[in-house]
């Protein structure tokens, strides 16, 4: 497992939930159980191998759940521009990303586009890497290290 710890509020049943960076489908899956079959999850990756791997289990964990159709679904495109992968405005009550923020080039298109597409009064939740300083220009330019 790799990421930073998913973050969600408790109170999740019949939400409308997007996932950004969701790779494999992982935290997708989880949140699916939680909103119930009223509720939706869409995942968006940039990889297409992930989006492929997530979209295998789909069924399988609809009829884990009891479920009698699926209630999540994994699209290929960039968090910079979900409009691109069909996401339209005030679509989502809540926002996720675990550990894929940090990885943008550009952070605050990320932010618009989350809140072009939650809802009024929907909530972001995110874990991410960040330092409290600025971080030494050999750190910077590191190839491993950044």
């Known amino acids: ?31 699916s159980k939680l909103v119930g079959e009223r509720g939706h999850v869409t995942g968006i990756d940039m990889t297409k191998e992930q989006i492929q791997v997530a979209q295998k289990f789909i069924e399988y964990h609809t009829q884990l759940f009891g479920f009698s159709k699926p209630n999540v679904e994994f ?44 809802k009024d009064g929907g909530e972001m939740y995110f874990s991410d890497v960040y330092a409290d300083c600025n971080l030494p220009e050999a750190i910077r330019t590191h190839k491993i290290l950044w």
């Open 1 to 31: 497992y790799y990421g930073c710890g998913l973050v969600v509020p408790e109170c999740l049943e019949d939400c409308w939930i997007l996932d950004l960076g969701s790779g494999s489908g992982r935290d997708c899956f989880m949140l």
């Open 75 to 118: 699209l290929q495109g960039y968090i910079e521009n979900l409009g691109d992968a069909g996401l339209k405005d005030n679509s989502f009550d809540i926002i996720i990303s675990n550990c894929v923020i940090n990885l943008s080039p550009d952070k605050k298109a990320v932010l618009k586009e989350a809140y072009r597409v939650l």
